[in-house]
């Protein structure tokens, strides 16, 4: 069996399902701090991988450097958008006001 000749490309196509990720968890950017199901797996081991990829942004997800949380719950996975991360030096507290 022969190879294909080779193909150039200007870019790589996105890796596995980016584009229905990325608009699967748009809602939640509307509708922080709440909890929502954005998958059920086909078993708890699947669910806890996709909950990991995503966790570790493997998988194309909106505002990715801001802080999102996933869980994985027997065969569903959820997720949540928290907002903007804040600074280094921002404090849970507040910041201290010098009058």
Not at 21 to 27: D, G, H, K
Request: net charge positive.
């Amino acid at each position: 069996m022969s190879q294909p000749e080779v193909e150039f490309v200007d870019a790589l196509p996105a890796k596995g399902n980016a584009i229905s990720w990325s608009s699967r968890l748009i809602p939640l950017l509307n509708n922080p701090n709440r909890w929502a199901l954005v998958w059920t797996a086909e078993s708890p081991d699947q669910a806890g991988s996709i909950q990991s990829n995503l966790h570790g942004r493997k998988l194309v997800i909106p505002e990715p450097s801001h802080w999102w949380e996933f869980a994985a719950r027997g065969c569903e996975v959820y997720g949540v958008y928290r907002g903007m991360k804040r600074g280094k030096r921002a404090s849970v507290r507040g910041t201290h006001r010098v009058r």
